[in-house]
């Protein structure tokens, strides 16, 4: 709170002050009036104000004399000094020149005060030399500090102008002094104190001397004055290089000549000039040496002994190539093209080493003049560019942006826009992310749809730099689009490859699902014949993977990115290195893949091993799998059909499973009470040594085993009817054997006969051995109970059948037919 009341009170104190200082002036209805920062005229009797045009906003400084400096002199000499600054003020209105002071509202005065707008200046060269009279604020002073170069180029921008106003206006100024030079915002010299001139128009016109007699506020002082013109009242153009010579010594020993004031000992001053022409001034050595001797003339008592102007502009001391260079460019403007473009390539050479206040204040606003000629502007830019890259960005907001904007939105001639790309990290450096979004990104974007393959490699290669400066949403919808509608378009193996490693730089810029759905799910579009574009694409995934933030989830990598990899292992072109590099990384997609599945099924396998153990959940399963197979009769390791059925077979109904085994036990039951025949071959299956592989395919038996198979059936057959021989003589068989069948013996004897048939068929690669039982009614046919569907040799007539009893071989389809029944 209290900053802000410090604040109000020094800006209330400042607004209380100028109002004061220009009440009633009619110059404040036509422009706002700020702060003060110099003053100038002979005694700085002139104060000077920065302000701007109400109506236009245009800068302009305002000079303001205050007649209350007048107090102490009668009417007569305060009349008398007023009318010498407005003949001062009249006279400077009039002319218009580069080294004279720019009037832009003449002058107007009133009570208190008489005030005129001028071009924006800085201070006078009195107060830039330490001279702060009649200033209130000196703060802004000690930022400008005279380099070499200011104070040489100055002096000869004063010889031309002193020049001028000798050839052209026919005027001598007649009080060259540091306090009748005004430096302007641009650092140029300008003449200024106009009051005590003489015309050379009117010789007869009498020169008066009286101003150098008489100490009146705003006389010229005799330190600064010709002695011809005190001693003699005579007036030529010398008696300004006399003044031009002292200048020169006041400038670089910073200190005034001694002598004698010659209003009040003009004895003592006659001598002091004397001794001055005869042994020069005491500290002429602080002058330059190439400028020392022609100083030493200009302080002559003799107006003939002194230089002329044009013999000044001609001396060592300004043949300086800066000094020649900049004097060249501010006549430059009119010269045809050829001219130009020579002058512009010399000035690259050597405008890196000119101050930079020089460079932005004087070199730049004759530069931008050329923007309107566009053959020149690939000259100029060159130099505007250099000349931006010492700038502020303060300094670039205001004195080179609104000059560029335009230039950018240019298309011909091309080199523009390859100029501004191999620049364009100068523009990065100073300009704000507004003005880049603003003028750079537009220029990045035409570069993109341009048909130079230079200039899309040069903006290509700059993106990544310009990236920082923008919001994801820039990126995402403008800048990306654009980069791959390059990629595709091109048919340039380099400037796709610069797209793609451009994709990939964007990579830390942008969001994770960006990448993944712009710029990974684009690239298996990408034509990656050539092994650059496919290292490049490999760059790109590497990047999007290994970024910290990213990643390529592993549903992507494999569904797009690993399907796009494999392809490319096998491209002709690629060299060992890369073939290992592709490797590598589809490795490492891969075990990412395993990592994150296997993690996610195992923690899906520990939460059903917590409601029911691995262990018991292998038992249930298998002895599931042996109650689905004992049921039809077979041992657990026995594959149903064999080489006969290759297919799933029908599942049996549990019944018929459970009656066909309670037929089994009876059948055995009744062969025990028997007793009496003969010993029955019973050939037990053989138990397995091992579990049976289910998964596994079943290994099939070839013709010959199940012919051998069906030999041995046969003969356990035979000797099982031969045996039951005696009992069928006691209880003789029927004529018909199925139908008259008791229920209880017919059906053991067919389902054994089936069961017995398919288990010598039905081979899976695991040894067995059979277990036979002779039914208790069993006829003579080798085919037992099959007889129904199986015709027998005497059914064909006695012929010989291509089956016979020896060797018979089913079908898969009887056998199909035989089990549906």
Not at 193 to 208: D, L, N
Not at 257 to 272: E, M, T
């Amino acid at each position: 709170m209290d900053a802000i009341n410090k604040i109000y009170s020094s800006v209330s104190q400042t607004v209380s002050t100028l109002s004061a200082v220009f009440l009633g002036n009619p110059l404040t209805k036509d422009y706002d009036i700020a702060e003060h920062i110099g003053s100038a005229g002979t005694e700085l009797v002139w104060k000077i104000y920065t302000g701007s045009k109400r109506t236009t906003k245009e800068v302009a400084s305002i000079f303001v004399f205050d007649k209350k400096q007048l107090e102490l002199f009668t009417k007569d000499e305060r009349e008398e000094i007023c009318e010498n600054i407005r003949r001062g003020v009249v006279q400077l209105t009039k002319i218009r020149h580069p080294q004279v002071l720019t009037v832009q509202h003449a002058m107007e005065e009133s009570r208190d005060t008489i005030a005129f707008a001028t071009e924006p200046v800085g201070a006078s060269l009195a107060n830039l030399l330490g001279n702060t009279t009649n200033i209130s604020n000196t703060g802004l002073l000690a930022e400008y500090k005279l380099s070499e170069f200011d104070t040489k180029f100055g002096i000869f921008e004063l010889i031309k102008g002193i020049r001028f106003l000798h050839d052209e206006v026919q005027l001598v100024h007649r009080h060259l002094c540091t306090e009748n030079i005004i430096v302007n915002k641009q650092g140029v010299w300008k003449l200024f104190g106009f009051g005590f001139c003489w015309s050379k128009r009117a010789p007869g016109t009498p020169v008066g001397n009286h101003p150098f007699k008489s100490r009146l506020l705003g006389n010229p002082g005799s330190k600064w004055t010709a002695p011809e013109l005190i001693l003699e009242n005579t007036c030529n153009d010398s008696t300004d290089i006399y003044s031009l010579g002292i200048l020169i010594y006041t400038i670089y020993t910073r200190e005034n000549i001694p002598s004698p004031d010659a209003s009040s000992d003009l004895y003592g001053y006659k001598q002091s000039v004397t001794k001055l022409s005869n042994q020069g001034p005491p500290k002429l050595t602080a002058i330059p040496e190439s400028l020392r001797s022609e100083v030493k003339k200009m302080l002559s008592v003799n107006p003939q002994a002194r230089p002329t102007l044009q013999s000044l502009t001609q001396i060592s001391y300004f043949c300086d190539q800066y000094v020649q260079c900049l004097d060249s460019l501010e006549t430059l403007f009119p010269k045809d093209n050829l001219e130009k473009s020579e002058f512009y390539k010399r000035l690259a050479t050597i405008i890196g080493d000119i101050p930079h206040r020089v460079r932005l204040y004087r070199i730049l606003p004759l530069l931008v003049k050329e923007f309107v000629n566009c053959s020149m502007i690939p000259f100029v830019l060159t130099n505007i560019l250099t000349i931006t890259a010492s700038c502020t960005r303060a300094e670039y907001m205001q004195h080179v942006s609104s000059h560029l904007r335009p230039v950018m939105l240019l298309d011909e001639p091309v080199q523009i826009m390859l100029i501004f790309f191999q620049n364009l990290d100068v523009l990065l450096k100073v300009c704000p992310s507004e003005e880049i979004r603003a003028s750079v990104l537009p220029l990045v974007y035409k570069a993109l749809e341009s048909k130079s393959q230079q200039i899309q490699e040069l903006c290509l290669s700059i993106i990544p730099s310009v990236v920082v400066h923008l919001d994801k949403a820039t990126i995402k919808g403008g800048l990306v689009p654009r980069i791959k509608t390059l990629c595709s378009g091109t048919n340039l193996v380099s400037v796709r490859v610069k797209c793609l490693l451009c994709l990939g730089q964007l990579a830390p810029k942008i969001d994770k699902w960006v990448m993944i759905d712009d710029i990974v799910s684009y690239l298996p579009s990408v034509n990656c014949r050539e092994p650059a574009v496919i290292m490049a694409i490999v760059g790109v995934y590497k990047i999007s993977f290994n970024t910290d933030g990213l990643g390529i989830p592993k549903d992507v990598l494999a569904c797009k990115v690993l399907p796009h990899l494999f392809p490319m292992t096998i491209v002709n072109g690629l060299s060992l290195q890369q073939f290992n590099a592709i490797i590598a990384l589809i490795k490492e997609f891969t075990r990412k893949i395993e990592d994150e599945q296997g993690d996610k099924l195992g923690s899906k396998a520990g939460s059903i091993s917590s409601s029911t153990s691995s262990s018991s959940l292998q038992e249930k399963q298998q002895s599931e799998l042996q109650q689905s197979f004992g049921s039809l009769g077979f041992g657990s390791g026995n594959d149903l059909y064999g080489d006969f059925m290759q297919s799933p077979a029908s599942p049996v109904p549990k019944q018929t499973a459970q009656s066909t085994a309670q037929q089994q036990q009876q059948q055995q039951q009744q062969q025990r009470k028997a007793g009496g025949g003969p010993m029955k071959l019973q050939l037990k299956p053989l138990q397995p040594q091992s579990n049976l592989n289910w998964s596994g395919s079943p290994m099939a038996t070839t013709a010959k085993e199940n012919s051998n198979n069906y030999n041995l059936f046969t003969q356990q057959q035979q000797q099982q009817n031969a045996s039951s021989t005696l009992q069928n003589k006691v209880h003789p068989p029927p004529a018909i054997a199925m139908p008259m069948m008791a229920p209880q013996a017919a059906a053991p004897t067919a389902s054994m006969a089936s069961n017995m048939w398919m288990n010598n068929n039905g081979s899976t690669g695991v040894t067995k051995r059979l277990e036979l039982t002779s039914p208790t009614n069993s006829s003579s046919n080798p085919y037992g109970q099959l007889q129904p569907l199986i015709p027998t040799p005497s059914q064909t007539g006695g012929k010989a059948s291509a089956k016979s009893a020896t060797s018979p071989m089913l079908s898969k389809e009887d056998i199909m037919e035989f089990l549906q029944k």
